[in-house]
């Protein structure tokens, strides 16, 4: 399991993570995704499944997702918000297909609520991918990856 963070909430909007200094090497970043949700609870729902990830806190309009492996993977902040999503995303998660099926992981990320996109096969300089949506229409890729040979 990934750090155990102290979490703290400052105001209605602003969550503050606190992680022990030791347990960071000299140099080394901690990276979070923030999605932005009407329903974070059920959101994180989904995305617990879709990383196969665990849940390390759940707290006011938040539900923090971690790494199962405690792996240096980012860990993803389910925030929730007032607003619905209106436009698409300006930044978005791929998820790399194991092994390099797209299609068999697009089938099982639909079968726990995810949605394909309109026209949402792709393909470029050799490497496929699916562009979907999460239950709350947040756009993401299911990707073969890419390798060295691009």
Not at 25 to 36: A, R, S, T, Y
Not at 78 to 90: A, D, F, G, H, S
Not at 104 to 125: Q, T
Request: net charge negative; with cysteine; hydrophobic share 35%.
């Amino acid at each position: 399991m990934a750090c155990q963070p102290r979490v703290e909430i400052t105001d209605k909007f602003r969550l503050v993570v606190h992680y022990e200094k030791e347990n960071f090497k000299k140099g080394e970043q901690m990276l979070h995704i923030v999605i932005d949700c009407i329903d974070a609870a059920k959101l994180a729902e989904f995305w617990e499944k879709a990383l196969s990830y665990d849940k390390l806190i759940a707290l006011d309009h938040y539900v923090i997702l971690a790494s199962k492996t405690g792996s240096s993977e980012p860990q993803v902040i389910l925030q929730q918000v007032p607003e619905p999503k209106i436009t698409k995303n300006r930044i978005h998660i791929d998820i790399i297909a194991n092994d390099g099926d797209i299609e068999k992981e697009a089938n099982r990320l639909e079968s726990i609520g995810a949605v394909r996109s309109e026209n949402c096969n792709y393909k470029e300089y050799g490497i496929c991918w699916i562009q979907m949506r999460d239950p709350e229409g947040n756009e993401f890729c299911v990707c073969q990856g890419f390798s060295n040979d691009i």
